[in-house]
Each structure stands twice: as structure tokens, then as C-alpha cells.
């Protein structure tokens, strides 16, 4: 039987998203990533501000056609990758997030995949844009 209640935090994430960038300030960070979901069309931006110093996100920011699962899900990824290195940053499944969250209903999971997969193109669109190709790794947009 398929689990269609929404935990307290995705309700929580879901009417009061964290994150979301408001401003028209695109230019302000250093790495930007979108993507699509496969299985219903909707996109994510995740947009990077990083410490060049110690390669930390200092801040993370996001915009989305996507549902409440995906706004849930991307709200908490913006909070969990603050003070991160990029390369743990890179390493969160949506595993991670959905334990995060307290699941997903079952037929919401696929949601939960779109803000990681954008995190990581704006991680790459970073090491492009600094000199760091060798750290790319292939994006499964
Ligand atoms: Fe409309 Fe997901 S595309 S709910
Ligand atoms: Fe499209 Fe959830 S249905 S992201």
C-alpha cells in the first residue's frame, strides 16, 4: 500500500521553503546549476556561493516549477549544505535527503532527486568556472 502522508517537516519545508532566491542577483554567485525531472518535466536552479579559501558552500540558493515534494526536498537541501565542502556537497543522494525529511510519499520520491542533481551542475558550473575541469564529473542531467 502506497504511503501518502507528508511528514511535519515536508509540510513545514513545503509552506515555509528555505532558500529561494528572490532577488534578481544571479550574478552574485559562483555557481549555478539547472536541471529537469525526467518523469513529470519540471526544473530546478540551485545556485553556489563558495569560500574559495576552503571550498565551502557559504550560502545556497533555488528556484523551481516543481511541486511540493521538490520544494520540500530542495528546502532542506539548502540548509543541510551550508558550511559543507563541495565534495561532501557533491556526495548527498536523495537518500540522504529524504531521511532528512522523514520520507516522501512513494509515488514523490522521483521529486526529491531534482534539487541534488542541480546542486551538483552548479558545483561543476563552480570548478568550470575556476579553473577546476579536472574536478567535473559527468552530469546525468
Ligand atoms: Fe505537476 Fe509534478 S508536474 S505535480
Ligand atoms: Fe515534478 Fe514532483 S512532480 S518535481
Redesign the pocket.
Known amino acids: 500500500m502506497a504511503k501518502w502522508t507528508y511528514s511535519d517537516k515536508v509540510k513545514d519545508h513545503f509552506m515555509n521553503p528555505r532558500n529561494i532566491l528572490r532577488e534578481d542577483n544571479e550574478a552574485d554567485f559562483h555557481g549555478i546549476g539547472q536541471t529537469g525531472?525526467i518523469k513529470?518535466g519540471?526544473e530546478m536552479i540551485v545556485y553556489i556561493k563558495v569560500d574559495p579559501a576552503d571550498l565551502t558552500i557559504t550560502e545556497c540558493k533555488w528556484r523551481t516549477y516543481?511541486?511540493a515534494?521538490?520544494i520540500a526536498s530542495t528546502s532542506i537541501l539548502s540548509e543541510m549544505v551550508i558550511g559543507m565542502t563541495l565534495d561532501q556537497a557533491y556526495a548527498i543522494t536523495a537518500k540522504d535527503i529524504l531521511k532528512e525529511l522523514g520520507g516522501l510519499p512513494d509515488n514523490?520520491v522521483h521529486?526529491s532527486v531534482?534539487g541534488d542533481k542541480a546542486l551538483r551542475a552548479a558545483i561543476d558550473d563552480y570548478y568550470g568556472k575556476n579553473g577546476m575541469e579536472d574536478r567535473i564529473k559527468t552530469q546525468s542531467a
Do not use: E, F, I, Y
Request: a neutral charge; aromatic letters at 0%; charged letters at 20%.
Open positions: 525531472n513529470c519540471d516543481g511541486c515534494s521538490a514523490k521529486c531534482l
